[in-house]
T-cell receptor
Framework: DTGVSQNPRHKITKRGQNVTFRCDPI?????LYWYRQTLGQGPEFLTY????????KSRLLSDRFSAERPKGSFSTLEIQRTEQGDSAMYLC???????????FGEGSWLTVV | DAKTTQPPSMDCAEGRAANLPCNHS???????VYWYRQIHSQGPQYIIH???NNETNEMASLIITEDRKSSTLILPHATLRDTAVYYC???????????????FGKGTLLTVNP
């Protein structure tokens, strides 16, 4: 296994621009999660997919955020009209059918200037 | 909300055992105790998990009290690379309910000193 892969690792964008992050989960993991983490805080849950179905969204996921997992494999997290408050690390994680151990990627850092 | 309580920080000398406590007094019978750690600027790394018996793997040992209201993560010979934030999380691993996901608190910042 190559682990959970996230791209890009770092992104600097101007306020108002759109950004997209990609996550490739561990092969054959059908459950995928997105988290957000700001400095000094633990990761906060954003959304969860089982295969291609988005089954839960946190209230942290405003209308400017959209996540997809079109074929039940990789996932994308798009932030439209970025704001400075969106600056954070966005983490992707995956697990298998048994809801067993959840494995995280290295995260994608977003800085909105 | 996180269901666990951890000290915000701890220090440990390099080469000594690091014992990280966690209180989970409201844990349910089917909830497991999971430990993750996060080294600065990296994603959380799974360490170990257990239900009621003590567990050991290549990274650490997990000691869960008989009443399951608290646990201790033990790093037997801490190194400088073990400096990280350690998170204790309770979760039902095989559930489609609200406990399926990990809910993080602020964890314990363990600093291993030379």
């Amino acid at each position: 296994d190559t682990g959970v892969s996230q791209n890009p690792r770092h992104k600097i964008t101007k306020r108002g621009q759109n950004v997209t992050f990609r996550c490739d989960p561990i092969s054959e993991h059908n459950r995928l999660y997105w988290y957000r983490q700001t400095l000094g805080q633990g990761p906060e849950f954003l959304t969860y997919f089982q295969n291609e179905a988005q089954l839960e969204k946190s209230r942290l996921l405003s209308d400017r955020f959209s996540a997809e997992r079109p074929k039940g494999s990789f996932s994308t997290l798009e932030i439209q009209r970025t704001e400075q408050g969106d600056s954070a690390m966005y983490l992707c994680a995956s697990t298998d059918t048994g809801y067993s151990t959840i494995y995280f990627g290295e995260g994608s850092w977003l800085t909105v200037v | 909300d996180a269901k666990t309580t951890q000290p915000p920080s701890m220090d440990c000398a390099e080469g000594r055992a690091a014992n990280l406590p966690c209180n989970h007094s409201t844990i349910s019978g089917n909830e497991y105790v999971y430990w993750y750690r996060q080294i600065h600027s990296q994603g959380p790394q799974y360490i170990i998990h257990g239900l009621k018996n003590n567990e050991t793997n290549e990274m650490a040992s997990l000691i869960i009290t008989e009443d399951r209201k608290s646990s201790t993560l033990i790093l037997p010979h801490a190194t400088l690379r073990d400096t990280a934030v350690y998170y204790c999380i309770v979760r039902v691993p095989n559930s489609g309910g609200s406990n399926y996901k990990l809910t993080f608190g602020k964890g314990t910042l363990l600093t291993v000193n030379p």
